[in-house]
């Protein structure tokens, strides 16, 4: 047991070389573990950070974008309008015109179609009073020759009204 007690005993010596050797070990991890990998996780971080700015400002670029776009799109809308106003309003002056061009064409027709029916009437009132006074010419001429008599008288006038009738 003497054997055992010897394994199992404490020596100071022992443990001040085994705290030695655990400090030695701590600062050999320390420097040539610990400093690295924490350069590396340093590094690593700075990575992310970089990211995370990166993506911020590209959501704030994004937003802008956003909004511009928005802006022209309501800007295009407003101009579209406009225009669509603009075509209404020459398409509706164009239209009045056409029809006010229209309106004065059909008084100018009609105007003209009435002076062609006045003429008319003025030139078939001409023959008819031609005719008539030819017709009473004639007339006058056959009482001049002869002598009339009632008879004669009422016989003239049935001819002259069937003469007038045929000559119409």
């Not at 400002?57 to 928005?70: F, G, I, L, Q, V």
């Amino acid at each position: 047991m003497k054997a055992v007690q010897e394994f199992i005993s404490i020596t100071p010596w022992t443990i001040i070389f085994q705290i030695c050797n655990l400090l030695i070990l701590f600062r050999l991890i320390k420097k040539f573990l610990f400093k690295p990998v924490m350069a590396v996780l340093e590094k690593r971080q700075q990575e992310i950070d970089g990211i995370y700015d990166a993506a911020g400002k590209d959501r704030n670029d994004a937003m802008k974008m956003k909004e511009e776009y928005t802006r022209k799109m309501s800007g295009a809308r407003e101009e579209a309008d406009r225009l669509v106003r603009n075509a209404v309003d020459t398409a509706q002056r164009r239209g009045d015109a056409i029809v006010d061009e229209a309106k004065t064409e059909a008084a100018h027709l009609k105007q003209k179609a009435e002076t062609e029916i006045e003429q008319e009437k003025k030139k078939a009132y001409s023959e008819l009073m031609g005719d008539i006074s030819g017709m009473a010419a004639d007339i006058a001429g056959r009482m001049v020759e002869r002598e009339i008599n009632p008879e004669d008288h009422r016989g003239l006038v049935e001819d002259f009204i069937r003469n007038a009738g045929e000559a119409s």
